[in-house]
């Protein structure tokens, strides 16, 4: 069982037991710079690969704009490149010549591929980089710092955190009301589906009570949401096992199927599930907090959260990071600009969380009037309530293959057997726990640790 015993505030969360054979540090090195120090090249022009979705994707292209102006006079200009569709292309494509990977990335959660290309020594450790600038490590809120061997790969300019979405209009039109009898367990959660599932008079959903869509990435976050709250994951925590082909397991695939066939909450038509709930297609939505920023600035999208439900007793909350990293080149000149560039951004990260729900990792940002004022902050209680209670678990990163339930083509390609009733529950978890374990024979899940 992969587990979170770390609230935001408090100390030391391990991932998983067993560090990717070869994981060193890359060691380079890097001229002292002072902060003012004028570039030393007449000019340079730099990339940062941009991976996020709106409106986040907009404000990170905003800061770097106001980053440009405030530099134009040493020279140096940053160029930005939307590879949320291709980043893993453009990463096998550098990885492979040898050479194109930009300057810097700014992006979402990057567990799926960080490690490989870290252990190969593309991503470079922060530290020596960014220490010569005076980039101030204590600022950061314990358990915010992701590390590998004692080095900052990544920098955390989002710890997140799953919870539930309410359309509070049609709760309101079924007479159903947070304060009272909330979704708040498996149980009370279908009760409230059920009665805000709007159908055609053939039968056919036309406004779902609990978004899914019908194969991909939904089903399989339910999948494994459930499957954390019953005490199991789909990795051991010994980082080399596998633990879900068991009746948590099955138990967990049966509540997704029943979400479709038996409860009829969820439409397996459904294939964009921003969509559907930003136009108020659906009623009650998982997701991670940076869905507050586009909810909040949707017209018309009346909305509520709710901390995750129980299962059997037990909750989960998936707790992830969005990172900044720089990749190696052979300019040291540049690398040193990418740490500028990075240095800066956090420094005036206030403006860039001000207008959405995205968590901040510093304490001098959590700790202002700008930060705490902000409109998004009255729904984060429930990621807060996960991280106090001690019922997060942490997105996993392999060196070879996507093992978490966000995104991981793996296991959506198993589970999409089921949900799709081409195979049974069971040939679903044979084939997916065989899947898994010829990937972690090749080698364990890295181990980062969170201070």
Do not use: C
């Not at 990977?101 to 020596?128: C, E, H, K, M, T």
């Not at 040291?332 to 206030?350: C, D, P, Q, V, Y």
């Not at 997105?395 to 195979?423: F, K, M």
Request: glycine share 8%; aromatic share 10%; hydrophobic share 40%.
């Amino acid at each position: 069982m992969i587990t979170d015993t770390v609230t935001r505030r408090e100390a030391l969360l391990r991932i998983s037991a067993g560090v990717a054979a070869g994981a060193a540090a890359l060691q380079v090195g890097f001229p002292a710079v002072a902060n003012s120090a004028p570039l030393s090249a007449a000019s340079m022009t730099l990339q940062a690969w941009i991976s996020r979705g709106a409106p986040q994707s907009d404000l990170v292209v905003q800061q770097i704009q106001k980053y440009n102006a405030e530099v134009a006079a040493s020279g140096v200009q940053w160029q930005t490149l939307d590879v949320s569709d291709d980043i893993d292309a453009k990463l096998a494509a550098a990885a492979s010549a040898g050479s194109g990977f930009a300057d810097a990335y700014i992006g979402d959660d990057s567990l799926s591929w960080a490690s490989r290309y870290i252990q190969a020594g593309w991503v470079l450790p922060l530290n020596p980089i960014l220490q010569p600038l005076g980039f101030d490590w204590s600022d950061f809120a314990p358990g915010t710092r992701w590390q590998l061997n004692g080095q900052d790969y990544m920098l955390n300019y989002g710890p997140s955190g799953f919870l539930q979405y309410v359309n509070l209009d049609h709760l309101q039109a079924a007479g159903l009301d947070l304060t009272q009898n909330p979704p708040d367990s498996m149980e009370t959660l279908v009760e409230w589906a059920q009665k805000l599932t709007q159908r055609d008079d053939s039968g056919n959903i036309t406004r779902s009570g609990f978004l899914m869509t019908g194969t991909g990435l939904q089903p399989t976050v339910v999948w494994g949401h459930v499957l954390q709250s019953l005490g199991y994951s789909l990795v051991g925590a010994d980082g080399r096992s596998t633990n879900f082909n068991n009746d948590a397991g099955r138990q967990a695939a049966q509540f997704v199927l029943d979400l479709f066939n038996t409860y009829k909450v969820s439409d397996a038509n459904v294939s964009d599930r921003y969509k559907e709930w930003l136009t108020g297609n659906a009623s009650i939505f998982w997701s991670g907090d940076w869905v507050i920023g586009s909810s909040l600035q949707q017209q018309g999208l009346n909305f509520d959260v709710w901390k995750m439900p129980t299962f059997n007793g037990g909750r989960a909350s998936q707790a992830s990071l969005e990172s900044m990293m720089i990749f190696k080149q052979s300019d040291s000149n540049r690398i040193t600009e990418a740490g500028k560039l990075l240095k800066w951004f956090m420094a005036h990260s206030g403006d860039y969380y001000a207008t959405i729900g995205d968590i901040a990792p510093l304490n001098s940002v959590l700790n202002s009037s700008q930060y705490q004022n902000r409109p998004a902050n009255k729904y984060l209680w429930p990621v807060q309530d996960a991280y106090s209670n001690h019922y997060t678990f942490a997105q996993v990163s392999h060196p070879e293959q996507d093992l978490n339930y966000y995104g991981s083509p793996l296991v959506s390609r198993n589970l999409d057997t089921v949900w799709l009733g081409n195979a049974s529950i069971q040939d679903g978890l044979v084939a997916l726990e065989r899947d898994v374990q010829a990937v972690l024979a090749k080698a364990p899940l890295a181990s980062f640790t969170l201070t």
